[in-house]
């Protein structure tokens, strides 16, 4: 007997639809046989699958039978197949009344027939809702990750034995009620806790409200790091589309939330200097995704940025100008969206004392070149904010004096946001924040008058900045004015966005 069960391969933060096909009663040597291009691990299945039947009470088929992992050229990882295996070996020996041609099914089993958690039930769900399937059947705490996908069905189940009688009697479990996203704030981290460093925050807001990339440059202790840990609380909470990606992403890489409620808060990732450059980007001979996929929609923080090995840096120029990054394998190519707001801070020299009125620098200028030449100026031409962050007063701060909060900036930031929404209509697929606008867009999006054409081609001159670096401040001036309500680009939003270019001032 033939048994068909629906399923899919997690590649990259997607799922690709498989089918499980099971067929029992064939003559030959009493064995179970599984082809289909499986890798280890979905080899090993059989004996769990094998034990988890006997444990679970069920019989396993004393006759020939072929397990098919469909596609074939598809290569098959990990242990999710383990509880479609099952069911269609049971489906197959008649032991199984119901069908389930309306479900995927996806889940680890232990050898006592409890099914385990795994990786990508979010991409699971949403490519059964592609499918038209009507419901999904996965582990319980893998099912608390795909709840957020609306317009099918979500089953967890905790046993084998759970999903045979609910196949058997469709009544006998129930799907997961819907959860919506917690409204929880960042850490609860907050810009009024920080005194003064009035540059500082607001080109901070401009990063935020038009998606640029930021660099802070300052001596230690003056609040780079505080500065970056707020941001993501002025940042807009994300739309359901957004937050879906985001945890799509999570869960492929099984760094997913799994509770409830959700989470509804931006990811803000920040690695230490000395991760590798798969660890930031992605790769290894299964594709994963990196930091700068896990920080898709939101912040990624790298902390003393001179620190990090110049090679694994440079791989940052793609996903900053592209939003995605390419991993190609002799399996085939991968692409993670890698989408975020990139922010950056570093000290201005090796011993941090550059330029400060209280500590004298014991660098010479040979080692603030050296120290300084690991950043290359591509990646520094993809950074579209530079700020000096100052050392405060000698004065104790008052916490009683603290700066603005971080409501009333996120309350400016939305505003410029729905401008841009108005502004972009229809195109919003492609453009949604200012730092988007493609190049060949920016004079529907970024038109200058006479005045601002010739200040911004007079500091270029003098600058000697890439055509890149132009567009880039003309994108930051498009966001200052929308942060002032302007509909068109000033003077005044030029000169401001020409001032956070201080790497490239001669």
């Known amino acids: 007997m033939l048994a068909t069960v629906h399923s899919g391969a997690l590649w990259g933060v997607e799922s690709i639809a498989v089918d499980v096909e099971v067929n029992s009663g064939e003559r030959g040597e009493l064995r179970l046989v599984l082809v289909g291009l499986p890798d280890t691990a979905v080899k090993e299945s059989l004996d769990r699958v094998c034990s988890a039947l006997q444990n679970s009470r069920h019989k396993i088929p004393h006759t020939r039978t072929t397990i098919n992992l469909s596609p074939g050229h598809i290569r098959k990882e990990g242990p999710m197949y383990d509880l479609p295996i099952a069911v269609g070996i049971l489906m197959a020996s008649g032991q199984v009344e119901g069908n389930c041609d309306d479900l995927l099914i996806a889940g680890e089993l232990s050898l006592s027939g409890k099914i385990l958690p795994i990786r990508g039930a979010v991409a699971l769900a949403l490519q059964a809702k592609r499918q038209g399937l009507g419901a999904v059947i996965l582990p319980r705490k893998s099912a608390e990750e795909a709840l957020l996908i609306g317009g099918i069905d979500i089953y967890g189940a905790e046993t084998l034995g759970e999903v045979v009688a609910f196949l058997n009697d469709r009544s006998a479990m129930g799907p997961m009620a819907p959860r919506a996203p917690s409204s929880e704030k960042h850490g609860g981290y907050d810009f009024a806790d920080i005194c003064g460093q009035e540059g500082a925050r607001r080109a901070a807001e401009i990063a935020v409200a038009g998606g640029h990339n930021l660099i802070m440059i300052g001596c230690p202790g003056v609040g780079k790091s505080m500065i970056a840990k707020r941001i993501p609380s002025i940042m807009a909470a994300p739309t359901l589309d957004e937050l879906i990606e985001i945890h799509s992403i999570h869960s492929a890489a099984g760094t997913a939330h799994g509770g409830s409620p959700f989470p509804s808060t931006r990811p803000f990732r920040a690695p230490h200097h000395s991760i590798s450059r798969v660890g930031l980007v992605g790769g290894g001979s299964t594709p994963h995704p990196g930091e700068i996929s896990l920080a898709h929609n939101g912040v990624l923080f790298l902390d003393e940025l001179a620190e990090f090995m110049r090679s694994t840096l440079e791989t940052l120029r793609q996903p900053l100008d592209d939003g995605f990054i390419t991993i190609s394998r002799s399996i085939g190519k991968v692409r993670f969206p890698s989408a975020f707001t990139f922010i950056a801070a570093m000290n201005p020299c090796p011993c941090g004392h550059l330029g400060s009125k ?126 002032g309500g302007a509909e068109r680009i000033g003077e005044e939003h030029i000169l401001e966005a020409l001032q956070y270019r201080m790497l490239e001032q001669p």
């Open 358 to 483: 209280r500590r004298r620098c014991s660098c010479s200028q040979r080692q603030v070149l050296s120290y300084r030449s690991k950043i290359s100026g591509p990646l520094l031409d993809r950074i579209d904010l530079h700020i000096d962050v100052p050392a405060i007063g000698m004065e104790i701060p008052d916490a009683r004096a603290g700066g603005e909060s971080s409501a009333s900036i996120r309350h400016r930031v939305e505003e410029a946001m729905g401008r841009q929404r108005m502004r972009y209509g229809s195109e919003q697929n492609s453009i949604r924040r200012n730092s988007q606008i493609p190049d060949g867009s920016m004079g529907k999006f970024c038109s200058l008058g006479d005045g601002e054409r010739r200040l911004l081609g007079q500091a270029l001159e003098r600058a000697a900045l890439s055509a890149r670096a132009c567009s880039r401040i003309i994108r930051v001036a498009r966001t200052i004015a929308d942060l």
